[in-house]
């Protein structure tokens, strides 16, 4: 059962690309969040910690995980198993501790739908255009042409999912992007009144399926 001093989960997804893992980063360090570490079968980037961006392992690993039911939530993404195991995010809700995750849409709906009884506040972050999109994915560590292609396909089916979301926040410049999300949390656990607008983020996401 939760309690007022119970932590909140905030959950942050996005299309690949729309710049949602540099938030999180923002968002945790600026406000001591806890970042969900997640375990993951996909191999790491020449930047990314073990531990520390992700768990790194293995099928066998991960399935093994599986089986013990350790998950709170598992998906695959891109052909790599990701996930988050259930006991660390627990134990730090339970000491007062908010959690931020960045998982994709099949984790937040696995996340909302167990109703845990902790506060959840999710939010789907989009670019400000497909070609600012385009862009950043070509400008990333996957120079591969093919695989921008095959992200911006994706990009077409995962946009459908922000109805799942609280909230949606463009992000087109990252200190406003930050300032938004951030006044929302505020707002959320504060049950403060907040000024998002539903209607222009339907009319940026017409926008964005055209
Ligand atoms: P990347 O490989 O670029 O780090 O992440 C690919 C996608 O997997 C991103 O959308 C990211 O949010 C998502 N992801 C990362 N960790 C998890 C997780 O634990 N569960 C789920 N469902 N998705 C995750």
Redesign the pocket.
């Known amino acids: 059962m939760s309690s007022r001093e119970d932590g909140v989960m905030i959950v942050l ?1 996005s299309p ?1 690309g729309a710049g ?1 893992t540099t938030l999180t980063k923002l968002l945790s360090k600026n406000n001591n969040y806890s970042i969900s570490v ?1 375990h ?1 079968t ?1 191999k790491p980037r020449n930047s990314e910690i073990d531990s520390k961006d992700y768990y790194f392992v293995n099928q066998e690993k991960f399935k093994d995980l599986i089986k013990k039911n350790e998950f709170l ?3 695959k ?2 052909n790599n198993l ?3 195991t259930k006991s660390p995010v627990i134990d730090n809700l339970k000491n007062g501790q908010n959690v931020i995750f ?3 849409w ?2 937040a709906k696995q996340i909302k739908e167990k109703g845990l009884g902790y506060k959840l506040i999710t939010f789907f972050i989009l670019p400000p255009s497909k070609d600012v999109l385009f862009k950043r994915l070509s400008n990333r560590d996957m120079k591969d042409k093919l695989i921008v292609e095959e992200r911006m396909m994706q990009f077409n089916k995962d946009i459908l999912h922000w109805v799942d979301y609280d909230y949606v926040v463009i992000n087109d410049n990252l200190e406003s992007c930050y300032n938004e999300v951030n006044n929302l949390i505020k707002s959320e656990i504060g049950q403060l009144n907040n000024s998002y607008d539903v209607e222009f983020i339907k009319k940026h996401i017409a926008s964005l399926v055209n």
């Open positions: 997804s690949s949602k997640s993951t996909r939530e598992y998906a993404v891109f990701y996930g988050t960045d998982i994709d099949q984790g």
